[in-house]
């Protein structure tokens, strides 16, 4: 071939787009099932199974409601859950989170004597157990930091006595990975591993959460303890600090407006990385759906897709049960 005819020859990015075949086969971001974490409410009760008003399709249940959702998720392929406890009574010392009767740890002992395939990891913090919905140990209208960790450290140990694979704190005070690590530890539970909520951002899209596990601060607010949402460089310190505190996983909430800090963080660390799609994202997504105005399930597959092309190696998500069906061909 002649040097000038060479020079004429275009590039044309478009012939890899024609068909859908061709789409698939050069695609560079798959979401998996495997990728993704259900989050579940769990209370009192029995035979229980209440919508969150501001969440459709997720559900406060009971713990044997809770084992058949499990057993279900595990069919479907989703290879992991996140409890959160929502206690019948509250105090300011948030008891109820690591009480041996607690029910989070009744639910982790129910699970896992049923679905043993099902990696079952748990919610540490102290907001839905106190009195005043604060993520920790509270005087003169200021959250304590080290007291706190004690009770984290304690929770995740009664956690752990349950059968949890996974503890996740999230509370945001400094040096609890450590602190529930050391615990941990010394209670022979070395194998347990710990995702750090290492990057939690004050944010705006918790709201249907807090309505669903009854969690809202009675005064004020966690900024004092939680990321503002400005602190790019901020959050990498926090993610570094986790993970020289043994962090197994760490993890960036929410997900969808902090995507340039999971980026971020898959540059520079090679710990896995857990994203949140928090409450807030989900129920944006099944407002406009019941509307009419978007696609519910072309928009959730663009938003998973985003925040795996990302950089999160796991994504926690109120979709996942949706979208493992989506992938076998279901109705929903």
Same mark, same amino acid.
């Given at each position: 071939?002649?040097?000038?005819?060479?020079?004429?020859?275009?590039?044309?990015?478009?012939?890899?787009?024609?068909?859908?075949?061709?789409?698939?086969?050069?695609?560079?971001?798959?979401?998996?099932?495997?990728?993704?974490?259900?989050?579940?409410?769990?209370?009192?009760?029995?035979?229980?199974?209440?919508?969150?008003?501001?969440?459709?399709?997720?559900?406060?249940?009971?713990?044997?409601?809770?084992?058949?959702?499990?057993?279900?998720?595990?069919?479907?392929?989703?290879?992991?859950?996140?409890?959160?406890?929502?206690?019948?009574?509250?105090?300011?010392?948030?008891?109820?989170?690591?009480?041996?009767?607690?029910?989070?740890?009744?639910?982790?002992?129910?699970?896992?004597?049923?679905?043993?395939?099902?990696?079952?990891?748990?919610?540490?913090?102290?907001?839905?157990?106190?009195?005043?919905?604060?993520?920790?140990?509270?005087?003169?209208?200021?959250?304590? !930091?080290?007291?706190?960790?004690?009770?984290?450290?304690?929770?995740?140990?009664?956690?752990?006595?349950?059968?949890?694979?996974?503890?996740?704190?999230?509370?945001?005070?400094?040096?609890?990975?450590?602190?529930?690590?050391?615990?941990?530890?010394?209670?022979?539970?070395?194998?347990?591993?710990?995702?750090?909520?290492?990057?939690?951002?004050?944010?705006?899209?918790?709201?249907?959460?807090?309505?669903?596990?009854?969690?809202?601060?009675?005064?004020?607010?966690?900024?004092?303890?939680?990321?503002?949402?400005? !602190?790019?460089?901020?959050?990498?310190?926090?993610?570094?600090?986790?993970?020289?505190?043994?962090?197994?996983?760490?993890?960036?909430?929410?997900?969808?407006?902090?995507?340039?800090?999971?980026?971020?963080?898959?540059?520079?660390?090679?710990?896995?990385?857990?994203?949140?799609?928090?409450?807030?994202?989900?129920?944006?997504?099944?407002?406009?759906?019941?509307?009419?105005?978007?696609?519910?399930?072309?928009?959730?597959?663009?938003?998973?897709?985003?925040?795996?092309?990302?950089?999160?190696?796991?994504?926690?998500?109120?979709?996942?049960?949706?979208?493992?069906?989506?992938?076998?061909?279901?109705?929903?």
């Amino acid at each position: 071939m002649m040097l000038r005819e060479r020079e004429k020859i275009v590039v044309r990015l478009r012939r890899l787009r024609r068909s859908g075949q061709l789409r698939k086969l050069v695609r560079e971001t798959r979401v998996s099932t495997s990728d993704l974490v259900q989050p579940i409410f769990v209370r009192e009760g029995e035979k229980v199974r209440e919508e969150v008003e501001q969440m459709p399709g997720v559900y406060r249940m009971s713990i044997d409601m809770l084992v058949d959702e499990a057993k279900e998720l595990e069919e479907l392929g989703v290879p992991a859950i996140l409890l959160f406890g929502i206690p019948s009574a509250k105090d300011e010392r948030g008891s109820g989170a690591y009480s041996s009767d607690g029910i989070v740890q009744r639910a982790v002992r129910a699970v896992k004597s049923e679905v043993s395939g099902l990696v079952v990891m748990t919610d540490v913090c102290l907001c839905q157990y106190t009195s005043h919905g604060h993520c920790g140990i509270v005087a003169n209208g200021v959250v304590l !930091n080290d007291i706190t960790l004690e009770l984290l450290a304690r929770t995740a140990v009664s956690h752990a006595e349950a059968g949890a694979d996974v503890v996740a704190p999230s509370a945001m005070m400094d040096h609890q990975v450590a602190a529930i690590r050391e615990a941990l530890d010394n209670e022979g539970f070395s194998d347990v591993a710990i995702m750090g909520y290492s990057a939690k951002f004050a944010s705006s899209f918790y709201g249907p959460f807090r309505e669903a596990a009854y969690s809202a601060p009675a005064f004020g607010d966690r900024r004092s303890y939680q990321m503002d949402m400005g !602190n790019a460089r901020e959050a990498l310190r926090e993610i570094e600090q986790d993970i020289r505190e043994g962090a197994d996983i760490v993890m960036v909430k929410p997900a969808l407006a902090y995507l340039d800090v999971i980026a971020r963080a898959r540059s520079r660390f090679s710990t896995p990385i857990a994203a949140y799609s928090v409450s807030g994202e989900y129920s944006l997504i099944k407002a406009a759906a019941s509307k009419g105005w978007i696609d519910e399930r072309a928009i959730a597959l663009e938003v998973l897709t985003a925040i795996k092309r990302a950089g999160a190696d796991i994504i926690i998500t109120y979709f996942a049960r949706d979208f493992a069906r989506w992938q076998r061909g279901e109705d929903i």
